[in-house]
């Protein structure tokens, strides 16, 4: 049985409209193990070299290493090393990050989580959301690198450690992470253009510099039934109900043409569970199922796959509205 995620000790808000005016508990029902975020905030640490363990199988990008077990003291400070080089985009503080990763402790090499035989972890590099040790080791690191790190309690768990992952307030911890991909509120989808050649249905913009994509909204009755199609089709694993999914999105009404939600140019992404979204927009839910990473979507939901006669109070969406999306799906857990 898959246990919850530690990590995910709070998500920022993404869909405010759409998922309970950004309700933290939406993206993270469906991750899997690991170590939480900091109780409290601390100073930043003074990043050193070492020591380190050495990393004894395993050694290339991807692959589930073995590290040994910790030779001596650890530092006090935080120990990091990029053991591989990535040439992709630099992650910043706030970014999301798709990653693999194991961690174990020091002193007796026990691994206590690992990502490898699951599905790389999708988080945002934020204080209250992943523990400090990750924060301050990854920051600047590349997309494609692997980044070796010893955390001492100060930035992992502090004095009370975590029992649940049988981690002690004495402890350091070791971690392997391998960073696969970063995101943020610029981020955009860059698959393939796909022709919009249906004059009955909306046409989004293709632009892939995260901004926010024009929708144009034929002067015609909507369609009946649920539309998901490709604008921008990516080469990624389709999406399963099962996942969380982190995407940039615009909501508008069919027919008033006007916003009632986006991500594009706010300074933030959406991330969200599908089977949670199932409750709120059916229709939103059911037009990203089956899609692949890296695309953009039209997806046109019909009033009983939407709000139906109970919208949201005192916003453009009115009872028996059809909604238009366009959705670039960035990355999924």
């Given amino acids: 049985m898959r246990r919850r995620s530690l990590l995910l000790a709070a ?36 990043i050193v070299d070492g020591p380190l363990p050495a990393i004894t199988a395993g050694t290339k990008f991807g692959e589930k290493p073995t590290v040994a077990k910790g ?11 990029t ?7 630099t992650v910043a503080e706030n970014d999301f990050i798709q990653a693999n990763y194991l961690g174990q402790i020091w002193s007796t090499a026990k691994v206590f989580d690992q990502s490898y035989d699951r599905t790389p972890l999708l ?9 400090d040790g990750w924060r301050y080791a990854l920051a600047g690191k590349k997309a494609g690198s692997r980044v070796l790190m010893a955390v ?28 696969i991909n970063s995101f ?25 510099d995260g901004k926010a ?28 109900a099962s996942q969380t999914v982190l995407c940039q999105f615009k909501g508008e009404v069919w ?3 006007k916003a009632f939600e986006q991500t594009y140019e706010s300074g933030r992404l959406a991330q969200f569970a599908i089977e949670q979204m199932q409750e709120v927009v059916k229709g939103l839910a059911q037009g990203i199922t089956g899609k692949k990473i890296g695309s953009r979507l039209l997806i046109v939901v019909p009033p009983d796959l939407a709000y139906g006669n109970n919208p949201p109070s005192g916003g453009v969406v009115k009872k028996g509205s059809t909604l238009v999306f366009t959705v670039d799906l960035l990355a999924a857990m």
């Fill in 11 to 46: 998500v920022p808000a993404g869909l405010v409209t759409l998922a309970a005016c950004g309700d933290d508990k939406s993206a993270s029902s469906k991750a899997s193990a690991a170590p939480s975020a900091s109780a409290s905030s601390v100073p930043p640490p003074k």
């Fill in 71 to 81: 030779s001596g003291d650890p530092s006090k400070d935080l120990a990091v090393k």
């Fill in 83 to 89: 053991v591989i080089a990535g040439s992709g985009r």
């Fill in 123 to 131: 988080m945002q590099l934020a204080q209250g959301s992943i523990i």
């Fill in 152 to 179: 001492p309690p100060t930035w992992g768990y502090g004095s009370s450690g975590n029992a649940q992952a049988g981690i002690k307030g004495t402890d350091t911890l070791v971690f392997v992470v391998d960073v």
């Fill in 184 to 208: 943020n509120s610029k981020s955009s989808s860059t698959g393939k253009e796909v022709a919009q050649s249906d004059a009955a249905l909306p046409k989004v913009g293709t632009n892939t």
């Fill in 213 to 240: 994509p024009s929708i144009d909204i034929p002067k015609t009755d909507p369609p009946k039934t649920l539309v998901s199609n490709y604008v921008l089709e990516g080469d990624g694993p389709a999406v399963t």
């Fill in 255 to 257: 027919d008033s043409g």
